[in-house]
């Protein structure tokens, strides 16, 4: 089976390649192939891929090409996570969104809307060409903002493009384990919102909803990475433990100060920080392997770093530190190619699972996997509080894959305009102009 990586010189890619070295069952992946637009990210990737299956007999063979075509012709799965602008560009849509005082993370807020717009028209380029060139392929889509991208692609793709996220995933594992479940996978999480912006309500093990147990305990409830972040008080409050990110909204007079105070915003971290990984490892003397494990170290460990000081949370728990996606990634894969069906908690589209949201809209919710692709769970209808937040940010999402598709400037005020974390009409004008003129990929917006 032949596995491509769009954005295969991209860090985590070796995170990926790890899981299937660990997969010895039939069917599996024989052959990756990496593409990507930089040649020397892509000769640095392999050398550490290359140490990884150094002792692994079978290891998939790897490939590397900056040619998209080639890449994804005979492709069986195509893994998509590409970064539009590089570390580079993220930073520019941070340090654009904090001088005018609001947020600017990757994928939440003015740093998110800015991201998207210059991700979606290149997303969408490529579904196109996998509906031409790999009609059969299975995209599983990584790239952020995972459910804007995945809903764009989904117009061209349909249901053969699925989005992928660890951070549903990291936090049913946290829950389960303060709560002495020594199997997360006899566990089922009851979550459901948009990537990014969703709620864990409850967590049933034998049919039984252990959730209440622990939002009951304070001791226990701020035990872990959201009861920190969130303090236990807000937690009882909601009836739920959400998603991270969302301590960009409950908590955003905070975030954003936080970040502005920061000597570097999350984004110039990462881009130094990469530059040194892949100057050291395109030296032939120093091994690649070990070069990235010590960046993924430093980059696990300083994960959302802004947001637990500005809580008080402390440094990450260490059993926190191990990723996920590439699971999430491997076991879908798996499940649709060997038919091994399996409950994972996905991009997919809505169907008819969220009444407030029309069929295609993107939501990420647990999903039943097989051979046929994944299939949203029915779930209970959102509170109101939750609901209004996800009818706004996706009423964003609508206004941004319009801009993308028409060019037009007035949609791209309305998707910044329009989000809860900017306040202002005339703070979003600017953002648009000062995204324009940084952003060589959004000089579409500038025309119109």
């Not at 097989?370 to 959102?382: E, R, S, T």
């Not at 202002?424 to 102009?433: H, I, K, P, W």
Request: glycine share 10%; net charge negative; proline share 4%.
């Amino acid at each position: 089976m032949r596995l491509t990586i769009l954005g295969g010189g991209g860090f985590r890619v070796p995170l990926v390649y790890g899981a299937l070295l660990g997969d010895r069952g039939e069917g599996r992946v024989t052959e990756v192939v990496l593409q990507d637009t930089d040649a020397g990210r892509l000769r640095a990737v392999s050398r550490v891929l290359a140490e990884q299956a150094a002792d692994v007999p079978d290891a998939p063979a790897v490939t590397a090409t900056t040619d998209l075509d080639d890449a994804l012709r005979g492709a069986d799965f195509v893994f998509s996570a590409i970064r539009v602008g590089g570390l580079e560009g993220r930073a520019h849509d941070e340090r654009v969104a904090l001088a005018e005082g609001v947020l600017g993370q990757e994928t939440v807020g003015a740093g998110g809307i800015a991201y998207g717009l210059r991700t979606v028209p290149v997303a969408v380029d490529i579904a196109h060409r996998v509906a031409r060139l790999a009609p059969d392929a299975w995209v599983i889509n990584f790239t952020n903002p995972a459910g804007l991208v995945t809903e764009a692609m989904s117009r061209a793709l349909g249901d053969r493009v699925i989005g992928i996220c660890d951070s549903p995933v990291g936090l049913g594992r946290r829950i389960a384990r303060v709560l002495g479940v020594t199997d997360p996978a006899e566990a089922w999480i009851d979550y459901v919102g948009l990537n990014h912006l969703g709620w864990v309500r409850g967590l049933r093990v034998r049919g039984r909803d252990e959730l209440p147990r622990l939002l009951a305990d304070p001791a226990l409830l701020g035990s872990f990475e959201e009861g920190k972040l969130f303090g236990p008080d807000w937690l009882r409050a909601l009836g739920a433990i959400p998603n991270e990110y969302l301590h960009y909204y409950y908590f955003n007079r905070e975030a954003v100060r936080a970040y502005q105070e920061a000597e570097r915003t999350r984004g110039a971290f990462l881009r130094d920080q990469q530059a040194r990984f892949y100057a050291e490892a395109g030296d032939p003397a120093v091994s690649a392997l070990a070069a990235w494990d010590r960046t993924r170290a430093e980059r696990e460990a300083t994960y959302m770093a802004e947001n637990r000081e500005a809580a008080g949370a402390g440094e990450r728990d260490a059993d926190d530190l191990s990723g996920g996606y590439e699971k999430v990634a491997l076991a879908l894969m798996r499940a649709i190619a060997r038919d091994e069906r399996t409950t994972l908690i996905l991009n997919v589209r809505n169907r008819s699972t969220l009444s407030v949201l029309d069929a295609d809209a993107v939501i990420e919710v647990p999903c039943l996997v097989d051979a046929n692709g994944a299939h949203p769970v029915a779930v209970d209808p959102l509170p109101g509080h939750a609901t209004g937040l996800v009818c706004s940010v996706k009423a964003v999402e609508r206004e941004v894959l319009s801009a993308a598709e028409t060019g037009s400037r007035a949609s791209a005020v309305k998707a910044f305009a329009l989000h809860p974390l900017v306040d202002s009409v005339t703070v979003a004008r600017r953002l648009v102009d000062a995204y324009t003129a940084v952003h060589p990929g959004l000089a579409y917006l500038a025309r119109s």
